[in-house]
């Protein structure tokens, strides 16, 4: 049950940092390339990594086993850690995390602008 337990919370962790990471190197490479100037410093990154590995491992592994993972069948010596469930979570999360980080990073200013603007007119 406990070895159960470990492997799955070595997935899940592996799944956050890897989501984590691709969506943060990509920033940095595209947002280097794009407007000449890295959106995260050096320092930002450390930070970033720094964090959410701390809260990741945190939650990930106090998760107690439960009496569940008895009933489900062993995972074989030859499967890799990541499956392609996970590759497809990674990949959805990563992509999600980009749309949403790109659009504040390149349009998120002209965004307040115009909620701004309209808040004004309505007087509020």
Known sequence: MWGRNVYDSISK?????LTVNIVAVIVAF?????????????VQMLWVNLIMDT?????????????????????????????RTMMKN???????QLTL????????EELSQTRCSAVKQLGC
């Open 101 to 108: 980080i790109f659009t504040l990073l390149f349009v998120g």
């Open 55 to 83: 809260f990741a491992s945190l939650a990930l592994a106090t998760e107690p086993p439960t009496e569940a993972l008895l009933l489900r069948k062993p995972y074989g010596r030859n499967k890799p850690l990541i499956s």
């Open 13 to 17: 962790f592996l799944q956050f940092q």
């Open 90 to 96: 990674i990949l959805g999360h990563a992509v999600y």
């Open 30 to 42: 595209t947002g280097a390339c794009i407007t000449q100037d890295s959106p995260l410093k050096a």
